[in-house]
């Protein structure tokens, strides 16, 4: 493996940093048009980290067939079929992330079920994610954990 110098080593931590998604000020509807496309997003999405006004989602959008996006749209929505996105944000994608996109989606509600996708900038997109964001400091309802670790036993 090359070795890393410190310059290329603060590109590299920049490219993997997570882009943030915001509330608008009005919750509005969807990308225009965009098509389920599971096959440019082979490793599907994921979400974690979740804090009372925030969760973090991921995905992989790689070159397929010589055909590489260059920018990830991140949406998240209050309902499943996406008539109300209520965060959003555009990022680049590059071989210097691995074609990954990481998105904090901020300024959300606490204990609140949202779904979440990533449109490329063709109108691809992939498969819709479910997450939940963590309920709020001073609630006391139970709370049910999922933990989820890499596959390498190793690490």
């Not at 804090?51 to 989602?57: E, K, N, R, T, Y």
């Amino acid at each position: 493996m090359k070795s890393m110098n410190r310059r290329e080593a603060l590109k590299l931590a920049a490219a993997l940093g997570a882009s943030l998604a915001w509330t608008p000020r009005i919750p509005r509807f969807s990308f225009p048009a965009w098509t389920e496309r599971r096959d440019l997003f082979p490793q599907g999405v994921a979400s974690g980290d979740p804090h009372p006004d925030s969760v973090l989602i991921w995905t992989r959008r790689p070159p397929v067939d010589g055909d590489a996006a260059s920018r990830l749209t991140a949406q998240v929505a209050a309902d499943v079929a996406f008539h109300t996105v209520v965060a959003e944000t555009t990022t680049t994608l590059s071989a210097d992330s691995d074609w990954t996109c990481r998105v904090l989606a901020a300024a959300l509600k606490p204990r609140s079920e949202y779904w979440y996708r990533f449109i490329d900038d063709r109108g691809n997109a992939s498969r819709v994610g479910r997450t939940i964001t963590a309920p709020a400091p001073r609630d006391t309802k139970p709370l049910n954990f999922v933990f989820v670790s890499c596959q390498n036993v190793q690490q």
